[in-house]
């Protein structure tokens, strides 16, 4: 008969034979349920252990990987303004603006008033030119027949604040014809009128902001 002692606490000696006696099955039964024991107490240690961590602020390197403490990554945010919204702005303005289905006009370097048809707003030439500043060109079809380009300044930083600058809404063309163009000052960081022919060495091919 061979005797294997193994340690625990408390000490027992599991005795290993061909046939095993009642003496041995007892034993055997009691080493199964002190391991069980020991086993059920050291689960409770542990999970004791990971909730005083947590309340004292711990957590296991596990558990913070799972919840990071913030956010990885950039979120992709939409533009609160889009250039279609300073299209649909400006077709808005011309609406309410218009009166017996005619947008009037002070053609101020004309000295006349002018009553305009909304044609179509170019949205090809649509454009921003500063944080919250848009730009765009329209054509009109005057009562007495002739067409003209208006230029608009739009400004807002969401869609529904976005209104037109009246005092910088100016005729650009009339039947084609430039009355002025644009230039960028660079210094101070804007579009100009500028009369037809100045050099725009900083935009040497734009004809619009």
Known sequence: MKTITIPLTPMICLVVGNKPTSTDRSTNMQANKHTQWVESVRRL????????????????????QEQPEHPTGAAKVAPAVTLEDVAQRIEVY??????????????????????????????????QVGPDMFFACADFKASDG????????????????????????????ENGKERYTWAFNAQKGIWEQKPVGTKAPEHPTQEHP
């Open 45 to 64: 240690i542990t999970t004791l252990g990971v909730a005083t961590l947590l309340a004292m602020g711990y957590a296991p390197v596990s558990l913070a």
């Open 146 to 173: 002739n067409v003209y380009d208006l230029d608009f300044f739009v400004q807002g930083t969401t869609k529904d604040s976005l209104h037109i600058l009246p005092d910088r809404t100016s005729v650009h063309k």
């Open 94 to 127: 011309v609406k309410q603006e218009s009166q017996d289905g005619a947008f009037k006009f002070e053609d101020k370097p004309a000295g006349k008033q002018l009553l305009l048809t909304l044609v179509r707003v170019h949205r090809e030439r649509l454009s």
